[in-house]
């Protein structure tokens, strides 16, 4: 018999595309995209990222042609993390440490993925973005340096994915019994068409430590470069910087209690000297604009830090 009323199928409802994230048959990277197009690759070495690229392909970070990828040395480009000493070792803090710290010379740990909400609106291209974390800890280390042999601590080394911006974040747990003094930096190599075309703004009128000619200077305008460049800037957080190239925007940063920024670009001579950067031309290509905290910090027992970055790729 007909039933005059039949229960009605219930829809399936379309499928939302999710943001895929993989790791390397050899476990030696990370890589997530989204429905939308746009990725991002992290080496477990250093937790360096090491490419960035936006929906339509276009690579926002630079990595040297002869930059190691094996775990052999620090990677010339991408995001290589500074910790816990900016610079080579000059205190007793530093004391037996390498130049920039172990934080970019240490494998980390994958700890996992989460990503925000699905849209439901139609035509959602699914989620918005995806965090990768990764962890280290004082345990991890190959070869513990004499002072730090004292300290311990757990560092969460977060990288979100979004459609138009990547976040890195830090946070740094005392996680002994002692404080201990630290410096950290988003050593980051933005990638340029040609230097000779970039301007960063948002830093001018402020007194920043000259690393190539010494002392403190202060610059009217914004930042140009036509010779090596090394300074260290004190700026409040709350003030936006940016990079722009043929005065167009390209990129845009805002920073979380993250106070100093240095500017770098090794021009030519010093390029010469640095085995592991090419193509010979290769200082035109990139320009770092690294965030941080030069000023050194004090970590009490049982504290944790935060700190990051977020750039919009205009
Ligand atoms: O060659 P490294 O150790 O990666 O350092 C590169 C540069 O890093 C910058 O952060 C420093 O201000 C420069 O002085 C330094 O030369």
């Not at 992290?42 to 090491?50: E, I, K, S």
């Not at 979004?162 to 740094?172: F, N, P, Q």
Request: proline residues 5%; contains cysteine; charged residues 25%.
């Amino acid at each position: 018999m007909e039933r005059s009323k039949k229960p009605s199928a219930i829809p399936v409802s379309p499928t939302i595309p999710t943001p895929q994230v993989s790791i390397s048959d050899d476990n030696s990277r990370v890589t997530a995209s989204l429905p939308t197009g746009e990725s991002v690759e992290v080496l477990l070495f250093g937790a360096t990222v090491l490419s960035w690229k936006t929906a339509k392909g276009k690579e926002n970070l630079f990595v040297s042609s002869k930059a190691h990828l094996d775990g052999s040395k620090a990677v010339r480009g991408g995001i290589p993390l500074v910790f816990p000493n900016f610079g080579p070792s000059s205190n007793k803090a530093t004391e037996g440490l390498p130049q920039h710290g172990f934080a970019r010379t240490t494998k980390w740990e994958y700890l996992g993925k989460s990503s925000s909400e699905s849209s439901t609106l139609p035509n959602s291209s699914g989620d918005s973005s995806v965090k990768l974390d990764f962890g280290l800890s004082n345990t991890m280390l190959d070869k513990i340096p004499s002072e730090w042999k004292n300290y311990q601590f757990g560092i969460t080394y977060s990288v979100t994915l979004g459609r138009d911006d990547l976040e890195t974040s830090l946070a740094i747990r005392n996680t002994g019994e002692k404080d201990f003094e630290f410096q950290t930096l988003l050593h980051s190599y933005w990638a340029v068409d040609n230097i000779s075309d970039v301007s960063v703004s948002g830093l001018e009128k402020i007194s920043f430590a000259d690393k190539v000619g010494g002392g403190k200077e202060e610059e009217s305008g914004a930042i140009t470069v036509s010779s090596e460049v090394d300074r260290v800037y004190h700026v409040d957080p709350s003030q936006g910087i940016a990079i722009s190239e043929k005065d167009k925007p390209r990129f845009d940063f805002t920073r979380d209690m993250l106070p100093d920024v240095v500017v770098w670009n090794p021009w030519i001579e010093k390029s010469r000297t640095m085995s592991d950067l090419a193509p010979e031309d290769a200082y035109k290509r990139f320009i770092c604009v690294e965030t941080g905290s030069v000023n050194w910090n004090t970590l009490e027992a049982g504290d944790t830090w935060e700190g990051g970055q977020r750039i919009k790729a205009l």
